[in-house]
């Protein structure tokens, strides 16, 4: 492997951020629970071979994957509110779009729960995640709010 594409390859926590807000949107979406989506990523998408129409997501870190998705449900209440405390007035949380819901959420809980993350780099990746879902200003209320939540949290 040359220099170049290791550059290229996502970093393992990156693929396991991206995969836990994939995780919490189909959660959300069908009512699937954390330890069946959670195996189910394991079994079928991490770094193994894929069906045609579903790209397989590169190495991941598993276990901080899990953390993140049984983190935000089991902490999902204090989750939540540290959001919706960042909300516009009249704003709730169930009323922004389910990925961006997903993206608040998984970086709301790295901001509160892993302080061993720095806050920079969860600001920067959720931004960057939501970047790569959507073209409005959907990266700068992710920036915004989690900037918020971090300031609140961690001082």
């Known amino acids: 492997m040359s220099d170049s594409s290791k550059a290229d390859t996502p970093k393992p926590r990156s693929v396991a951020r991206l995969a836990a807000v994939q995780a919490l949107y189909q959660m ?5 629970g954390a330890e069946a989506v959670i195996r189910e990523f394991a079994e079928h998408r991490f770094d193994r ?3 045609e129409d579903e790209a397989p997501l590169a190495a991941a870190d598993e276990a901080f994957f899990a953390d ?8 999902q209440k204090a989750v939540d509110a540290a959001i919706a405390r960042k909300l516009a007035a009249g704003w709730r949380l169930d009323r922004l779009d389910a990925t961006a819901r997903a993206i608040l959420r998984a970086g709301a809980y790295e901001l509160i729960e892993r302080p ?9 990746e959720y931004v960057e995640l939501a970047k790569s879902f959507f073209e409005g200003p959907e990266p700068g ?15």
């Open 49 to 51: 071979d894929a069906d």
């Open 116 to 124: 061993d993350v720095p806050t920079e780099v969860v600001i920067d």
């Open 68 to 75: 993140l998705v049984r983190g935000v449900v089991a902490k």
């Open 141 to 155: 209320f992710v920036n915004g709010a989690l900037d918020s939540v971090a300031q609140e949290t961690r001082g």
């Open 28 to 32: 959300e979406v069908s009512s699937v």
